[in-house]
């Protein structure tokens, strides 16, 4: 998986999408089978194709979940690895994202902030 997640992420090779998606339908899924969405995190940078997103809509037809890629949105630009610090990291992830509230009549968990 490692290689194939390489050739997808650093050589654009779509073809590893299908192959990821397999994998991790046969690997991951039987750990969550409780899961009924799934969320693909906003991408950091734009681009033409999203990898994440791809390989998450791959993933839930497989596996026969629906995903809500508009789910959450990204409110800022910023890239965490260039961030040493795991106080700079959550610093910077503070109001991040925003949610576009498009699930109805399905079990959700929300996350209220405490701070």
């Known amino acids: 998986m490692?290689?194939?997640l390489f050739q997808l992420k650093y050589r654009q090779?779509?073809?590893?999408?299908?192959l990821l998606a397999a994998e991790m339908a046969a690997n991951l899924y039987p750990r969550y089978k409780n899961v009924e969405?799934?969320?693909p995190m906003p991408a950091s940078n734009v681009r033409a194709r999203q990898?994440?997103?791809e390989l998450t809509e791959a993933f839930g037809k497989i596996v026969k979940i629906?995903?809500?890629e508009d789910l959450l949105r990204k409110k800022r630009?910023?890239?965490?690895?260039?961030?040493?610090s795991k106080a700079e990291k959550v610093a910077a992830l503070a109001d991040s994202f925003s949610v576009n509230d498009q699930i109805k009549r399905r079990r959700r968990?929300?996350?209220?902030?405490?701070?």
Request: charged share 25%; proline share 9%; no cysteine.
């Open 2 to 4: 490692g290689e194939a």
């Open 13 to 18: 090779d779509w073809k590893q999408i299908q």
């Open 37 to 39: 969405i799934l969320i």
């Open 51 to 53: 990898p994440v997103a």
């Open 66 to 68: 629906p995903v809500f």
């Open 77 to 84: 630009n910023g890239k965490l690895k260039n961030l040493t």
């Open 109 to 115: 968990m929300e996350f209220p902030d405490r701070g």
